[in-house]
């Protein structure tokens, strides 16, 4: 079983950069893929970006393309979420999940899920 851990999340105001991180605290020779997800309140959970664990192949959603980078370190089993030019409406509890079996942007295809982290974007 994969255990992650998300940090890197804050306050911050519009416009500015924050960049999360996922650690995952086992061999990930059994990951084939890894996402972040986000949740705002009163909103269902969303897909931001996922990224091919082997390959690297990274997909993004429309309101992440072009703002957010995902990334890996496989030597770390670490993933990255840089966040620039942040917007208020990216407030959200964001969430690293791990799938065995695909790359998905729906949670249903993510077996094991981090605890998440606030990103909060105000003046």
């Known amino acids: 079983q994969v255990q992650l851990v998300e940090s890197g999340g804050g306050l911050v105001q519009p416009g500015g950069s924050l960049r999360l991180s996922c650690a995952a605290s086992?061999?990930?020779?059994?990951?084939?893929?890894m996402g972040w997800f986000r949740q705002a309140p009163g909103k269902d959970r969303e897909f931001v970006s996922a990224?091919?664990?082997?390959?690297?192949?990274?997909y993004y959603s429309d309101s992440a393309k072009g703002r957010f980078t995902i990334s890996r370190d496989n030597a770390k089993n670490t993933m990255y979420l840089q966040m620039n030019s942040l917007k208020p409406e990216d407030t959200a509890v964001y969430y690293c999940?791990?799938?065995?079996?695909?790359?998905?942007?729906?949670?249903?295809?993510?077996?094991?899920w981090g605890q998440g982290t606030q990103v909060t974007v105000s003046s």
């Open positions: 999940a791990v799938s065995s079996t695909k790359v998905a942007a729906t949670s249903r295809g993510y077996e094991y």
């Open positions: 086992e061999n990930t020779f059994n990951i084939y893929a």
């Open positions: 990224i091919a664990w082997s390959a690297g192949y990274t």
